[in-house]
């Protein structure tokens, strides 16, 4: 089953948790040991990937590590062109639309597509808007950073990203944000688009989480919360078990 149909089919009962870890942030060995933690909680799916570019090399041994520990889907969440793995199951075909430089709206993209098309590997569009404070990937990413104060920016986009077609939306406040996206947001944008649903950044506590998925994210991410926490299965678990309906 492709990626994508897998994410819409547990969505028509379920929210989704994923994990998100950057190859960055540790060696491929750690890298392991949070994803088979993750799979232990209960996550859904692997994302692999960050704003800090780093070659396929890296990528690869990362994701040939975690796929000893887990038979969750793997998606890459990349960085920049060179980020790509054969070894995962999916890539997000993302386009940062309030980016300034269209390196990140569309030119990295139109490198990487005949790679991903000469390697059959399934692609996921998603528009990609980071909201303040963003973080390293709003600097990286040269985003006009989208402001809660004026959420109807924040829809002209998301309608902007439903008229595209894009098939997933991810609201993203920066990984390692003190502050996740407000609920109230994520509901208003959740009120204005029918495409899912994506919120990450800063989600630390089952109480955000759980909010931020009663206001209609379809899907939640977490990435620092397992890196920094010594008890990855607990605090997951916690998470996870709080976005979903049953
Ligand atoms: C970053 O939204 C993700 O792209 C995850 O953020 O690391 O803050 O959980 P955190």
């Known amino acids: ?142 985003a006009d950073l989208l402001d809660e104060e004026k959420p109807e920016e924040i829809i002209s986009y998301a309608i902007a990203a439903e008229m595209f077609n894009l098939k997933l939306l991810y609201l993203e406040a920066g990984s390692g944000s003190p502050s996740h996206i407000k609920p109230d947001t994520v509901r208003k944008v959740r009120e204005s688009v029918e495409l899912p649903i994506i919120v990450g950044g800063g989600i630390r506590t089952p109480e955000a989480s759980r909010k931020i998925a009663k206001a209609g994210a379809d899907i939640i991410v977490t990435g620092t919360v397992a890196e920094k926490s010594s008890n990855i299965e607990v605090v997951l678990g916690d998470i996870i078990r709080s976005i979903k309906r049953s």
């Open 1 to 142: 089953m492709k990626v994508y149909d897998e994410i819409m089919a547990k969505l028509k009962n379920d929210r989704i948790h994923m994990t998100l870890i950057d190859p960055a942030s540790q060696d491929a060995g750690k890298a392991a040991l949070i994803a088979r933690k993750a799979d232990q909680a209960g996550t859904d799916f692997f994302m692999i990937g960050g704003s800090t570019e780093i070659d396929a090399k890296s990528m690869d041994c990362t994701i040939a590590k975690i796929r000893e520990v887990t038979d969750k889907k793997i998606i890459i969440f990349p960085g920049s062109s060179s980020m790509l793995s054969t070894k995962a199951d999916a890539i997000y075909f993302m386009t940062l639309l309030n980016s300034r430089n269209p390196e990140f709206i569309v030119k990295h993209q139109a490198k990487a597509a005949p790679i991903l098309r000469k390697v059959d590997m399934e692609t996921i569009s998603m528009g990609y808007l980071i909201l303040k404070p963003g973080m390293t990937v709003g600097r990286i990413g040269e």
